[in-house]
Nanobody, 121 residues
Framework: QVQLVESGGGLVQPGGSLRLSCAAS????????MAWYRQAPGKQRAWVAS???????NYADSVKGRFTISRDNAKNTVYLQMNSLKPEDTAVYYC???????????????WGQGTQVTVSS
């Protein structure tokens, strides 16, 4: 079974930085696109950034210029470097990955458990 495990969340002051990590484990043939989402209190889950298996990257307008998504395929890990953090970035951050577990099989979406990011002075 495939699992995504996140780490790196915490409390940071406005203007500060955090780096989130999400590592996939289990029986994995390949990982396709990986992405980060976030959900603030009282809000729906929103897409933040994504990176394809080929390294193509897209960001939500709200984080452009501040966040950087990257991946380490050897470690089956996706990262989200968050700089110049603002209070409005406060949310639970979730990673998502499309993972193929069998040769010729389907790609299934998996979600991490979420990690809390709080930006407050």
């Amino acid at each position: 079974q495939v699992q995504l495990v996140e780490s790196g969340g915490g409390l940071v002051q406005p203007g500060g930085s955090l780096r989130l990590s999400c590592a996939a484990s289990g029986t994995i043939v390949s990982i396709n696109a990986m992405a980060w989402y976030r959900q603030a209190p009282g809000k729906q889950r929103a897409w933040v950034a994504s990176i394809t298996s080929g390294g193509e990257i897209n960001y939500a307008d709200s984080v452009k210029g501040r966040f950087t998504i990257s991946r380490d395929n050897a470690k089956n890990t996706v990262y989200l470097q968050m700089n110049s953090l603002k209070p409005e970035d406060t949310a639970v951050y979730y990673c998502n990955a499309g993972i193929t577990r069998n040769y010729g099989g389907n790609s299934w979406n998996y979600w991490g458990q979420g990690t809390q990011v709080t930006v407050s002075s």
